[in-house]
């Protein structure tokens, strides 16, 4: 049974940087796609990015290109998710996902464990 644990969520200013990280145990993330996706009050759960299982591919929603960046360690079993320029629309929780196929999706249902998220505030 994977868990993943995510961390490094909080409050910033707009303008400001936060790191997430997303350590998994009870299984190996190196086969396997993942992903980050948010989820603000009263809305839908969001896709942020995904990367491929070596970290070759990546991908990203419109609104995150350019500011945040994903990328993983798959010695240490962790992925991240560096969030730049930091926006109040970016406030939201936050969870990784692993993926059950190889390929990066944006759809949620492509994901088969999820973190319990962390909590990311930016104010203005």
């Known amino acids: 049974q994977v868990q993943l644990v995510e961390s490094g969520g909080g409050l910033v200013q707009a303008g400001g940087s936060l790191r997430l990280s997303c350590a998994a145990s009870g299984g190996t993330l190196s086969r396997f796609a993942m992903g980050w996706f948010r989820q603000a009050p009263a809305k839908e759960r969001e896709f942020v990015a995904a990367i491929s299982m070596s970290g070759g591919s990546t991908d990203y929603t419109d609104s995150a290109k350019g500011r945040f960046t994903i990328s993983r360690d798959n010695a240490k079993n962790t992925v991240y998710l560096q969030m730049n320029s930091l926006k109040p629309e970016d406030t939201a929780v936050y969870y990784c996902?692993?993926?059950?196929?190889?390929?990066?999706?944006?759809?949620?249902?492509?994901?088969?464990?999820w973190g319990q998220g962390t909590q990311v505030t930016v104010s203005s």
């Open positions: 996902a692993k993926g059950a196929y190889r390929g990066t999706y944006r759809t949620a249902s492509r994901y088969d464990y």
